[in-house]
């Protein structure tokens, strides 16, 4: 991606944080359980909602959290899903971030999640696919680590 791209994207992310009060912002815990099994989780806000579906292996069950944002202009909304310890010692088999009622315009996955004084570990771009409403892992080439994931989207707004 250019420097223009990127430069793009960092704004598009600090101007989404700038607009989102708090009353267009939740926060929810919940469990991520391995044993293989394909499990959802779903949070609304107004008209939209993001699902998370997976599956993992190992270990037991994880803490993690689901934050779901909408922009004061009502014209993006955010769906962040991560693990706050950090690193999740999970093997993700499978997973994907669907959002309903807007369409993706920036999504990264990644294998580590920022705690004392680190940084977030973005997965390789060949691990993962960015689809119009979904983000999924890549067949053949996700390496089963997963402890964020972050997605923007535009919503669909009917103008009159």
Not at 25 to 34: L, Y
Not at 35 to 45: D, K, N, P, Y
Request: aromatic residues 10%; glycine residues 8%.
């Amino acid at each position: 991606m250019q420097l223009f791209g990127k430069m793009s994207l960092l704004l598009l992310g600090i101007s989404m944080s700038l607009c989102v009060s708090a009353e267009q912002t939740k926060v929810v815990e919940f469990n991520v359980k391995p044993g293989g099994v394909v499990h959802t989780f779903s949070e609304r806000l107004s008209k939209y909602e993001c699902i998370f579906t997976y599956a993992s292996q190992g270990g037991t069950n994880e803490q993690w959290l689901m934050s779901v944002g909408l922009s004061e202009d009502d014209q993006l909304f955010s769906c962040s899903v991560w693990r706050p310890q950090g690193k999740s010692y999970l093997f993700f088999t499978q997973f994907k971030a669907e959002l309903k009622g807007a369409k993706i315009e920036y999504a990264n996955a990644f294998s580590e999640t920022a705690v004392s004084g680190q940084r977030d570990v973005p997965l390789k771009p060949d691990e993962f696919t960015i689809g119009e409403s979904t983000v999924t892992q890549t067949d053949g080439k996700f390496n089963a680590q997963l402890s964020k994931l972050t997605v923007i989207g535009r919503t669909r707004h009917e103008e009159l």
